[in-house]
């Protein structure tokens, strides 16, 4: 049986993900690129999506320099993207690959660090859209991809915060309910499909918004997105395909 412990010490192969396509969301830059990149060392088909086309040229561009399976870009911009055109993606993705063996939802917004009572509607707003109700619609739009695919694999980005802190508002209330939405996800289809639906909480990392939450902290002092690939690619591989609705957390206390 797989434990916890081996999720997060696995060690990838340049192999163990050999002909699969990958979706990662939030590409550019942070875990996202990271887990890209690791993705395609591992023989994947990374499609990389993410608002900032630059930042996915940048990605691409390594990726091809390394003589990896060549990567696509998606652009799309979460916050306002609508159903119809995630729609559109899903059937570009049919067009172009034929199937979808995996999606990393990895985009987030932090929004604002500040009481309840005192929170902006609008950012709120912003925030449950970007984090959790564009996962669940995309979600949606790529889920025949999924079960077109022989173990699809579905990886929601949560957080340590998810478990009620005060003051991080909709970001922490957020990630509550990408948890949430993983577990009906896995309840819904694990008798009857191969799909799986699990999360990942990268914990401290060394990431542009966790230093916009923690200003006065020393990166340094904390992993980097490239020390924690372990669980992201584990959860990708048909090893993991007895795996479902739980949440890892690649720095466990």
């Known amino acids: 049986m797989t434990t916890h412990h081996d999720i997060i010490h696995y060690t990838p192969t340049t192999t163990c993900l050999k002909d699969k396509i990958i979706l990662v969301t939030g590409a550019g830059s942070g875990i996202g690129k990271a887990a890209a990149l690791t993705y395609a060392k591992c023989g994947a088909t990374v499609l990389l999506l ?6 996915l040229e940048t990605v691409y561009d390594e990726i091809e320099e390394l003589g990896l399976a060549m990567p696509a870009i998606l652009p799309m911009d979460l916050q306002n993207a609508s159903f ?27 929004g604002a660090l500040t009481p309840l009572e005192m929170y902006d509607p609008i950012t709120f707003e912003q ?8 996962v669940f619609m995309l979600t949606q739009s790529l889920f025949p991809l999924l079960m077109s695919a022989p173990s699809g694999s579905v990886v929601f980005t949560s957080s340590g915060v998810a478990k ?74 048909d090893s993991a395909s007895g795996i479902k609705g739980q949440v890892i957390h690649c720095q466990p206390k």
């Open 50 to 55: 993410g608002k900032t086309q630059s930042k």
């Open 84 to 110: 119809a055109q995630m729609n559109e993606l899903a059937t570009l993705i049919q067009k172009e690959f034929g199937r979808l063996d995996g999606v990393l939802h990895n985009a987030a917004i932090l």
């Open 127 to 134: 925030v449950m859209r970007v984090n959790t109700t564009a």
């Open 164 to 237: 009620v802190r005060p003051f991080w508002g909709a970001y922490a209330l957020s990630k509550q309910a990408v948890e949430g939405m993983s577990t009906i996800f896995t309840e819904e289809t694990k008798n009857h499909t191969a799909l799986r639906f699990n999360c990942i909480n990268p914990g401290a990392t060394r990431t542009n918004m966790r230093a916009h939450a923690f200003p006065g902290e020393d990166p340094n002092t904390l992993k980097t997105p490239e020390d924690i690939m372990s669980a992201y690619v584990y959860l990708m591989t």
